[in-house]
């Protein structure tokens, strides 16, 4: 394991010098990279939301019916690494929340396939991002060049059979876009925002002062009075203490300027904005400002829908390219039915209208409330006496 150790390390001082030498520095002064970009809150909780939210939907191996329709195969080899145990250290949530994460800051995912001598795969190795250069070649097919160390060129060759690859929004078709670098200077302000913050609490969150003396001072005795003054009364530690004042000095307080004074609205303006670069809504990152009991539920629809559903099908079209030999057969599917439900009231009026209607049996509903069939007489489908097939001769009088 000495080779997988350096192959799937993660990057170190190495790779960020790298990024900042790409150009990842924003007119704001702030190098982003997706270490510092994840030290903000806001980018944190989007990140963390999306990716723990595909960790831990349930991801199961499906054989298409010759008449339509599918049937749930957890005989399949795939079934164990997709549902349970991708690796020998990972689990599925670990391994779909670790490469989700990968996704949202760099725009591609990659893991090497490793596979037997007979083309049977046994596990999926992530790739840390940052150590992958993937380059087309002339017959079009892709490959993969992985770095082994920050600190030599050594590098493995892959070809496009021995990679799974999630990629997000491509401009060239075979490497996803970086969230971070196409919007790096809302990221670069929020960086900077979040570090002007710090500084200004580290002061207590008040304004400078001026120590002013009557006579004229040597740049020695200015800076040792300085000094002290900022050991004895700076930072929130000190706040509030006396000062005395020798020698006829006297103090003025400046006054809190416009931009410091509005730094906090900055950051909601900021906080909003990387909200919706992600498509997460602002309730699931801790804004509820603008939350009520009546939109929470809609928030939470749309969320499924416009960001959550999208990068499913990334996830389940790239598992059928990569890892399913019979894509035309099984399949891959993500059942995110769960977080539509409503509450235990909308769900079983819902239930009782599918059960009356005659399109949901007793043992369906109870799968999607997660209990046990009763029996075979729970496969039984109801059907209205009042109703008949369009063009059906009526039925004679009893």
């Known amino acids: 394991m000495g080779f997988f150790d350096r192959f799937f390390s993660r990057k170190s001082a190495g790779s960020v010098i790298a990024e900042i030498l790409r150009g990842t520095q924003t007119a704001s002064g702030a190098h982003v990279t997706a270490d510092a970009a994840l030290r903000v809150a806001a980018v944190y909780s989007c990140v963390s939301v999306i990716s723990e939210t595909i960790g831990s939907l349930p991801l199961n191996v499906y054989q298409r019916r010759s008449g339509g329709g ?8 795939l079934y164990r690494l997709l549902h349970a145990r991708p690796n020998s250290w990972q689990t599925s949530f670990e ?3 670790m490469m989700q994460a990968h996704f949202e800051l760099r725009g591609n995912a990659y893991a090497y396939k490793n596979m037997d001598s007979r083309g049977n795969l ?8 940052d150590r992958v250069e993937v380059r087309q070649l002339r017959d079009l097919s892709l490959q993969y060049h992985v770095q082994l160390d920050d600190h030599s060129n050594e590098r493995l060759v892959l070809s496009q059979d021995q990679v799974f690859h999630l990629r997000g929004l491509s401009s060239n078709g075979y490497t996803g876009r970086s969230t971070l670098q196409d919007a790096r200077e809302t990221f670069g302000v929020a960086i900077s925002t979040q570090e002007f913050a710090g500084r200004f609490y580290k002061n207590d969150a008040t304004p400078s002062v001026v120590l002013t003396h009557p006579g004229k001072l040597s740049k020695e005795v200015a800076d040792r009075i300085r000094e002290s ?5 700076a930072g929130s530690g000190n706040a509030r203490k006396t000062a005395v004042l020798e020698e006829g000095m006297s103090i003025e307080r400046l006054t809190l300027s416009a931009e410091d004074a509005q730094f906090l609205e900055t950051r909601k303006f900021q906080r909003s904005e990387i909200a919706g670069l992600f498509r997460v809504p602002a309730h699931l990152i801790g804004d509820l400002e603008r939350a009520t009991f009546s939109n929470i539920e809609a928030q939470q629809i749309a969320f499924v829908m416009h960001c959550i559903r999208p990068r499913l099908v990334r996830w389940e079209q790239a598992l059928s390219r990569d890892l399913f030999t019979a894509p035309d057969v099984y399949f891959p599917e ?3 039915e769960g977080l539509l439900r409503g509450d235990t009231k909308s769900r079983f009026d819902a239930y009782a209208i599918a059960r009356n209607w005659g399109w949901l049996s007793v043992n369906e509903i109870r799968e999607r409330e997660n209990l046990n069939p ?3 007489e729970g496969d039984i489908y109801l059907q209205p006496l009042n109703m008949q097939a369009a063009g059906a001769p009526a039925d004679p009088q009893p």
């Open 70 to 77: 599918k049937t749930q195969r957890r005989d399949h080899p």
């Open 374 to 376: 009763i029996g075979p």
């Open 229 to 233: 003054w900022n050991q004895a009364f």
């Open 122 to 129: 046994l596990e999926l190795l992530p790739l840390h991002p």
């Open 95 to 97: 391994f779909r929340e």
């Open 334 to 336: 993500f059942n995110a």
